[in-house]
């Protein structure tokens, strides 16, 4: 069973690491194609990536730290 549990944390962490990236470079190239729709915006046009990207790492660092307690739980 920790096994399983540990592989499904490893595939969940992966696919929100890629998720940021993907998000992050679709938002950067929205911004290099038309600067002008992140001009009407009162926030600057990188905002939402610096909250995706402080929530990728909280939510990494809680599936680390599941690791972590399955890993020392199971020796």
């Known amino acids: 069973m920790p096994d399983r549990i540990l592989k499904f944390l490893n595939i969940?962490?992966?696919?929100?690491?890629?998720?940021?990236?993907?998000?992050t470079i679709l938002r950067i190239w929205e911004h290099v194609k038309m600067p002008e729709a992140a001009a009407a915006q009162s926030?600057?046009?990188?905002?939402?990536?610096?909250?995706?990207?402080i929530a990728t790492v909280?939510?990494?660092?809680?599936?680390?730290?599941?690791?972590?307690?399955?890993?020392k739980r199971d020796k």
């Not at 926030?43 to 990207?53: M, N, R």
């Open 12 to 23: 969940f962490m992966w696919v929100v690491i890629v998720f940021f990236v993907g998000d």
């Open 58 to 71: 909280i939510i990494v660092g809680i599936c680390l730290l599941f690791r972590w307690i399955i890993k």
């Open 43 to 53: 926030a600057p046009w990188y905002t939402d990536i610096i909250f995706f990207g």
